[in-house]
């Protein structure tokens, strides 16, 4: 495969990976079909791990975080933001035409229907909130796929782990052991993971929500610890406590998604009235 531009898209739309993701993790599918995950993934979605797995290094997740982590780019609402979201919605996702709200309605409305908090509630609704990151330039590898360690050696339960031998991280000695430039157990706030969607928007609402939030937001799409239990060298036991409420979380952000669309007019009341409970009328991004 050649070499392409880190910048320009590779996927159709940023739910490309979204939906595949679901398919990888479907309830239904077989145990082989898990086991021969990649031999039917699309084209543009193989090209994305790729430079996902190439581009992000420590020394890259680094310079994201103090690029972005000072919250200088915008201050806004948080429906405000869900309505900018919006636009990244286009018409060549072949699997939904729901926008953006809807998605997020989607699985808060789940949430809610399943008689879980408030707070929990609101997750549901913003967890994606971060992918406005695209809107703001930043490649698609930068702002979704699965979340992974830098600075230690990449596990194989990582999706497409062959496409980082070309990560220039894979020939650093010191960033190669079992736990690279961490301490065993030393929990995940010390660990650097890739940049993405989720670790920026925890840094954006970490001050609002009750520190379960948090940790669905910041590790939704850890997939390599919450789903397939790699990385549990580096995690201390309040990690592994509230990893429960990330995978509590999991099957609304994978299995909520239909085709059934959730009216954003009439639920904007209660969700507005939800968010002021939590949030400011504006919050720096």
Same mark, same amino acid.
């Given at each position: 495969? +050649?070499?392409a531009d880190p910048?320009?898209?590779t996927?159709?739309?940023?739910?490309q990976?979204?939906d595949?993701v679901r398919q990888?993790?479907? /309830?239904?599918r077989?145990?082989e079909?898990f086991r021969?995950?990649?031999?039917g993934?699309r084209p543009?979605v193989?090209?994305f791990?790729?430079?996902n797995?190439?581009?992000?290094t420590l020394?890259?997740?680094?310079?994201?975080?103090?690029q972005?982590l000072?919250?200088?780019?915008a201050e806004?609402?948080?429906?405000?933001?869900m309505?900018?979201?919006? =636009?990244?919605?286009? %018409?060549? %996702? /072949?699997?939904?035409?729901l926008?953006?709200?809807?998605?997020n309605l989607?699985?808060?409305?789940?949430i809610r229907?399943?008689g879980?908090?408030?707070w929990?509630?609101?997750?549901?609704?913003?967890?994606? !909130?971060g992918?406005?990151l695209w809107l703001?330039?930043?490649?698609?590898?930068?702002v979704?796929?699965?979340?992974?360690p830098?600075?230690?050696a990449?596990? %194989?339960?990582?999706?497409f782990?062959?496409?980082?031998?070309?990560?220039?991280d894979a020939h650093?000695?010191?960033?190669? =052991?079992?736990?690279?430039i961490y301490?065993e157990?030393?929990g !995940?706030d010390k660990?650097?993971l890739?940049w993405?969607?989720d670790?920026y !928007?925890y840094?954006? =609402?970490r +001050?609002?929500?009750p520190e379960?939030?948090q940790?669905?937001?910041?590790y939704?799409?850890?997939?390599p610890?919450?789903r397939?239990?790699?990385?549990q060298h580096l995690?201390?036991d309040?990690d592994?406590?509230?990893?429960q409420?990330?995978?509590?979380?999991?099957?609304?952000?994978?299995?909520?998604?239909?085709?059934?669309?959730p009216d /954003?007019v009439?639920?904007a009341p209660?969700?507005r009235?939800l968010?002021a409970?939590f949030? /400011?009328?504006?919050?720096?991004w």
């Open positions: 495969m +050649g070499t910048v320009s898209p996927l159709q739309s940023i739910d990976w979204d595949d990888r993790y479907d /309830p239904n077989k145990e079909e021969q995950y990649g031999d993934v543009a193989r090209e791990y790729r430079l797995h190439t581009n992000q020394a890259f997740a680094r310079q994201k975080r103090a972005w000072g919250r200088h780019y806004a609402g948080i429906w405000e933001m309505e900018l979201l919006n =636009t990244l919605v286009d %018409d060549s %996702d /072949p699997d939904t035409d926008s953006q709200i809807e998605h989607q699985a808060a409305e789940a229907a399943a879980h908090p408030r929990f509630q609101l997750t549901g609704l913003i967890h994606d !909130l992918k406005v703001w330039k930043e490649p698609q590898w930068a979704v796929g699965d979340t992974f830098l600075g230690c990449f596990s %194989d339960k990582i999706v782990h062959e496409f980082f031998a070309a990560n220039p650093v000695a010191e960033y190669q =052991t079992l736990c690279g301490e157990s030393c !995940l660990v650097c890739s993405g969607h670790e !928007l840094h954006v =609402t +001050g609002y929500l379960e939030a940790y669905m937001i910041r939704h799409s850890f997939y610890a919450h397939e239990q790699a990385y995690m201390n309040h592994r406590d509230m990893f409420w990330v995978r509590r979380f999991n099957p609304f952000d994978l299995y909520s998604k239909s085709h059934s669309k /954003p009439e639920l209660y969700y009235e968010i409970e949030f /400011p009328d504006k919050i720096r």
